[in-house]
């Protein structure tokens, strides 16, 4: 039997045929220069595998500047200017790149990836998995087979009056910025927060030159470990539990001093229970967040895991995700007590990690590391964010700014008010109050949010609010944060400039018929109805029919 001709139209706007070219190959890809991916580096290595480890430090100084992929907080060293210095110093810090660059691997440090694209039914026209790669020039696309991501963690930010100048910074970029760049500008700081990792991380600044003056804590008591609080406490640190910050007090240049106010168990400041403290930077400790954002964005399966500090991916015992190419390890895969304390509890998911992509391609190794378990948490994490965000942002003197990029504060956050620049007022209260109870039905959702408000949308990419925003729409809900969804990332995960997008080959192909993507006459209209003139550059119809012969069947 003789299938008829058929008529055959190609849709001339369709991004079939038109990936960009991919301008390198890896097998396997890691992500992180730190315990973690350093470890799976090296057992990854020496396998007849390529292997590529590639780690955004040094992170160019602008983009310090707008607080990625930490909460600097504007106390970066003139050192950080010099990245010469500065690639000196990391290799110093860490030697076992040395060690990755002798075993074959192929580092790539000053480097970020910015997103990562498996092929699936939005990137179907991609072959493979694909990896955007961007250094201070120029972005580029890897192709691999296997990924680790060993991200790390950052800090989540707090709110309070004052909170927007200088020297108001998380911990975790403070002690980046003493031990890997050697480039704090930093003499007297007050710590806020209390956990061991918040503990810890103090007291290895104190040996860079730093001397922690107060501890805050919210909380009436301190929850880390009690032997690291009595040094900090010989050291001269001041402790305030069941306190907040009121205000950061200072000029253009920076923090001067902080007023710290008493809450009782509400949150409500105690009246006339004040404190100030002179210190010339806040180091913000209230809770280490893995670093999923890259994670988050390629599709992996994630859940809020208490035990592990927060939203982590869904993870098994061999460090896989929900997606069979991509595992993870370290700190982005859980945060809690122990491996803040111990680096080889972060080397051990690194090991575990790279024996995983090993077997997935084909080679088969000895392991004796077995999976680490986290602690018991301390305290309800989300509990007690909520307590901190409550304490310092709800009941804060003025309306200080919880997404510094946009301006938004924690009143136009839970009333859902669209930007300011927009002059909008609602014109009946009424649909106002339908329209908030709309978007709680059940639980908030932070997208919606950010879509109304704009809060998590400005350069930072939410880094400094996005914890807040989440806590903020479980208090205006009534429920527990653990219940909010966590707000969606989309590359890029990390900022690129035009100049450095543009360094992305594009052929041919993927340059014909561009504007019938982009809001053109015709975009709506199926390609084989349109006549005549189909788009506002006055092209003519360039849709390609063609006439086949059918093939016989038997």
């Known amino acids: 039997m003789k299938r008829p001709l058929k008529d055959i139209y190609y849709d001339p706007a369709s991004v079939a045929g038109k990936a960009p070219p991919i301008s390198d190959e890896t097998d396997i890809l890691i992500v992180g220069a730190g315990p973690a991916g350093l470890a799976a580096a090296l057992t990854a290595a020496g396998h007849g595998l390529r292997v590529t480890l590639v780690d955004e430090n040094p992170v160019p100084l602008d983009t310090m500047g707008e607080e990625v992929p930490l909460h600097f907080g504007g106390r970066m060293g003139a050192a950080v200017a010099n990245r010469n210095s500065v690639l000196q110093t990391l290799l110093d810090a860490r030697p076992e790149i040395a060690d990755a660059l002798e075993a074959g691997v192929d580092v790539r440090l000053g480097t970020a990836v910015w997103g990562l694209f498996p092929q699936q039914r939005t990137t179907a026209w991609i072959e493979g998995a694909v990896a955007g790669l961007a250094d201070d020039k120029d972005a580029s696309l890897l192709r691999f087979k296997q990924v680790i991501v060993a991200a790390g963690r950052r800090d989540m930010g707090l709110a309070f009056d004052g909170w927007d100048r200088p020297g108001v910074m998380g911990i975790s970029a403070a002690h980046r910025l003493a031990t890997v760049y050697e480039a704090l500008d930093c003499q007297r700081a007050v710590l806020v927060g209390s956990d061991t990792h918040a503990l810890a991380t103090a007291h290895a600044l104190t040996s860079n030159g730093v001397q922690i003056v107060a501890i805050i804590e919210q909380a009436e008591q301190v929850f880390g470990d009690q032997a690291l609080l009595g040094l900090l406490v010989e050291q001269g640190a001041q402790v305030l539990t069941g306190h907040v910050v009121r205000e950061a007090a200072g000029d253009a240049l920076g923090v001067k001093r902080i007023t710290a106010v008493a809450v009782d168990a509400t949150g409500n400041p105690v009246g006339g229970a004040l404190t100030d403290i002179d210190c010339d930077t806040v180091l913000l400790a209230v809770a280490a967040i893995p670093a999923i954002e890259l994670i988050e964005s390629t599709g992996c399966s994630t859940s809020f895991q208490a035990e592990r500090g927060g939203h982590v991916p869904d993870t098994d015992s061999a460090q896989r995700t929900s997606l069979p190419f991509f595992l993870v390890a370290g700190d982005c895969a859980g945060v809690w007590v122990s491996k803040s304390l111990d680096d080889e509890i972060a080397r051990r998911e690194g090991r575990i990690a790279a024996h995983t992509a090993l077997a997935a391609l084909g080679v088969d190794i000895a392991l004796s590391d077995t999976v680490p378990l986290p602690d018991a948490a301390v305290c309800d994490v989300a509990a007690n964010r909520t307590a901190w965000v409550r304490a310092s942002t709800v009941h804060a003197q003025n309306q200080p700014f919880v997404c510094q990029c946009e301006e938004v504060t924690a009143g136009e956050i839970l009333g859902q008010q669209p930007p300011r620049y927009l002059d909008w007022t609602p014109t009946d209260a009424a649909l106002k109050s339908t329209m908030i109870s709309s978007l709680q039905d059940g639980s908030p959702n932070p997208d919606v949010t950010k879509r109304l408000t704009r ?36 590359p890029p995960v990390r900022p690129l400039s035009m100049r450095q997008l543009g360094q992305i080959e594009e052929t041919p192909q993927m340059i014909s018929r561009w504007d019938a993507w982009f809001d053109m006459p015709s975009q709506w209209t199926p390609f084989w109805l349109c006549t005549g003139q189909q788009t506002v550059a006055k092209r003519p119809q360039d849709g390609v029919r063609l006439n086949h012969q059918a093939q016989n069947e038997s």
């Open 455 to 490: 809060a998590c949308m400005g350069p930072c990419q939410g880094r400094r609010c996005r914890e807040q925003v989440a806590t903020l729409l479980s208090i205006g809900a009534g429920v527990n944060v653990d219940a909010i969804a966590l707000a969606s990332f989309r």
